[in-house]
Nanobody, 115 residues
């Protein structure tokens, strides 16, 4: 079993920045690593995903503001979020898919953008 431990959420003012981290509890054969978010009353949506080959995909509304990256040695994926907007408020979930097709989710971390 793999545990994904997230950190970095919190309260930030509009225009501010946060960096989310997600560390896997052990070395795994990763296929994709990504971040999803779910706002109250809305469906969970893909924010950013990073493939094994380093291809990235972003939600249109975060393009140019968010950057996904990883540290393979630490089995960690990051989401740098800049120029945050109130509409970015949500619970952010780390998602890891391994080569076998098994998908793991983090516990979620709250991001609140408010003045």
């Amino acid at each position: 079993q793999v545990q994904l431990v997230e950190s970095g959420g919190g309260l930030v003012q509009p225009g501010g920045s946060l960096r989310l981290s997600c560390a896997a509890s052990r070395s795994i054969n990763i296929y994709t690593m990504g971040w999803y978010r779910q706002a109250p009353g809305k469906q969970r949506e893909l924010v950013a995903i990073l493939s094994r080959g380093s291809d990235t995909t972003y939600l249109d509304s975060v393009l140019g503001r968010f950057t996904i990256s990883r540290d393979n040695a630490q089995n960690t994926v990051y989401l740098q979020m800049n120029s945050l907007k109130p509409e970015d408020t949500a619970v952010y979930y780390c998602n890891v898919k391994i080569i076998s097709g098994v998908v793991y989710w983090g516990q979620g971390t709250q991001v609140t953008v408010s003045s």
